[in-house]
């Protein structure tokens, strides 16, 4: 990430006066952190320091969506507008990030909200910045702090197995499913029948946004994607509108031998 003015992504001024208060360096500086202790110090015996609580945020409208009443399809203006908010939010996370020095964030939870105004999406990217302890290459290949949804636990096994978080990666489908006819309607009455319009519109938005995942894991230059999870819920504005959300850690080899360590019982008191 070359040199950038942190107020031409929007950071606020008292989010700089925070950051300076973190950087390492600072006097009485202390750090910040959603990290359980237990992810703390499994962090910390990874290699690395936490420097601060790092986020970003973007409200963002949605345009007009022009639809066909009886066909299946993509809303393209509703997917777009997911992309680009969630875009913001974890450019200004990661710009807070680089203001801390910090090679990546780790833990991080990236929350959608519909409804919170008429037209409008909230998406909200919070984490811990992290600082490497030794000289390795930890940025992404855009020279980007890494950022991961790995808990402590998870970030630390990775890492000592050779592998590294790359990002975070998402893909995104708002897809419009065709209402039935009257004759499709009255058909199905008291019988056990698929409704085809409906399974293929879970296909097609499922595989839309899983391949955008892909797409962005590559770009990253990753060997794959793991920790992924795959979101399905009803769009806010529309009762025939569904949304998927694929999203997932893409990560990278540091090694070429990868030593996976026995699991070992253990038993609660």
Known sequence: MPPVDPRQYGLPDSAMARLAQLRPGAPGTIFTSDLSAAEFLLVRQAG???????????????????GNWGQNMELAVLSQATYNARH???????VEADQLGADGVVGVALTVQHGLMEHA????????????????????NQNRPFTSALSGQEFWTLLRTGYAPVGLVLGACVYHIAHRTMTQ???????NVE?????????????????????????????????????????????????YLAIG???????????????QIVLGL
Do not use: C
Request: overall charge negative; hydrophobic content about 45%.
């Open 48 to 66: 690395f320091r936490p420097l601060g609580l790092v986020m970003g945020s973007s409200i963002y409208h949605v345009g007009m969506q022009v």
């Open 88 to 94: 913001l939010a974890m450019t200004r996370m990661q």
């Open 121 to 140: 999406a909230e998406f909200v990217a919070i984490g811990t910045a992290v600082k490497a302890e030794d000289e390795g290459q930890w940025r992404d």
């Open 185 to 191: 309607l009255f058909g199905n009455i008291g019988q």
């Open 195 to 243: 409704l085809p319009q409906f399974t293929q519109a879970l296909y097609d938005a499922r595989e839309l946004a899983m391949d955008r995942m892909q797409r962005e894991a590559e770009a990253l230059q990753a060997e794959g994607v793991v920790s992924m999870g795959i979101s399905e819920h009803g769009y806010g504005w529309n009762g025939h509108a569904i949304e």
């Open 249 to 263: 850690t893409a990560v990278r080899s540091l090694r070429a031998e990868h030593t996976i360590p026995e699991p």
